[in-house]
């Protein structure tokens, strides 16, 4: 299949296709994949060893918990066939971009260390991508960054497979990295932070193999970090480039509608960091979200998103619900030796 690429630099655009055996098989399981396959076949795409190959993928495919994947075999022939790449870019590195503080602070962290960065970005006919388009595109142009957008119309598939999948497009971070490898980049990084690398083509083993199987390295700059990490660097050292209230990360019709589990989280990283001082609308809207779904696991969380939670909270307290209120402070008493450990911790990164 041929991918259309948007190629955009400043206000000048160009338009080309890019296609690999990769792709295709990358398209092809994930169709079998939404149409309740147990067992899917491909020619190897790669020159990694077939078992190897066969089972990164299986595991990839297999998300979320509950729902039944397929094991994914690979055939002993090897294929290259449609390969048809882009050698304008040839050694770039390639950001893999949607226009988010943990994507835009990665593009931001390899302007800022001299790697002379391209943006990435997919339209796979995600719900929201009309207005990650316009993101991307503005935080691009803000930053004189190259973009290649790509279009990979996968909504048709989307809709077959969404009910039993909700959000998740299985393999979607492998599938852009696929396009990626189009373009001849020295490496490929994909931002995913310490708390967040759980879907399986965003997890340590895809950062750890992905190398091995497709000779290129991929890697996120952050993923010992967490979002509040993130935005303790940005204010330390980026803000000369952009604002990171400027990132993107609620897709409601505004970009930041103040009442969803995306805008939550965001805001308890814009808080506990420092980088606001304003009290948070989210923190009264979705309430419930977070004495519910939050406090309720706030035990098992990790000890770095329960203190970034607790800080941000703590700091409005008297703003909150008298239920939320009764939640942070006993907690905070809880777990204060962590939380004085924690504020120490984001300090000395504002020193960097
Ligand atoms: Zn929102």
Redesign the pocket.
């Known amino acids: 299949m041929k991918v259309n690429v948007k190629i955009m630099k400043n206000d000048s655009s160009k338009e080309i296709s890019v296609s690999s055996a990769l792709i295709d098989n990358l398209y092809y399981i994930i169709k079998e994949t939404y149409l309740n396959a147990e067992k899917i076949e491909i020619d190897n795409p790669t020159n990694a060893d077939n078992n190897e190959l066969g089972d990164f993928l299986t595991y990839i495919l297999a998300y979320p918990k509950g729902v039944k994947t397929p094991q994914v075999i690979v055939r002993d022939k090897f294929i290259n066939t449609n390969n048809h790449y882009y050698d304008k870019f040839k050694n770039r590195v390639l950001v893999c971009f949607s226009g988010g503080v943990d994507s835009t602070g990665a593009l931001i962290k390899m302007i800022d260390t001299g790697k002379n960065p391209i943006a990435i970005w997919c339209d796979y006919g995600q719900p929201y991508r009309n207005p990650e388009r316009k993101a991307v595109e503005s935080i691009c142009k803000k930053l004189k960054v190259t973009l290649i957008e790509a279009t990979l119309d996968l909504s048709d598939l989307i809709a077959i497979g969404g009910e039993r999948f909700g959000h998740v497009f299985p393999a979607r971070n492998l599938m852009i990295s696929a396009i990626a490898l189009c373009f001849y980049p020295k490496e490929i990084v994909l931002a995913g932070l310490c708390d967040e690398l759980i879907v399986p083509d965003k997890s340590i083993r895809m950062y750890n193999e992905f190398v091995k199987y497709f000779g290129v390295q991929l890697y996120s700059p952050f993923v010992t970090m967490t979002k509040t990490e993130v935005l303790c660097l940005w204010k330390a050292k980026w803000d000369k480039y952009l604002n990171a209230n400027e990132t993107v990360s609620?897709y409601?019709d505004n970009g930041?509608?103040?009442?969803?589990s995306?805008?939550a989280k965001r805001e308890v990283a814009f808080v506990a960091s420092g980088y606001s001082d304003q009290y948070p609308k989210?923190f009264d809207n979705q309430h419930k979200l977070i004495e519910e779904h939050w406090f309720s696991r706030i035990d098992i969380f990790q000890y770095e998103r329960r203190t970034d939670m607790l800080i941000a909270l703590h700091k409005y307290v008297d703003k909150l619900t008298p239920k939320l209120q009764e939640l942070v402070n006993l907690n905070y008493k809880k777990y204060k030796n962590e939380i004085d450990v924690r504020i120490k911790e984001l300090e000395n990164l504002k020193l960097q």
């Open positions: 609620c409601s930041n509608c103040q009442n969803c995306s805008c989210v």
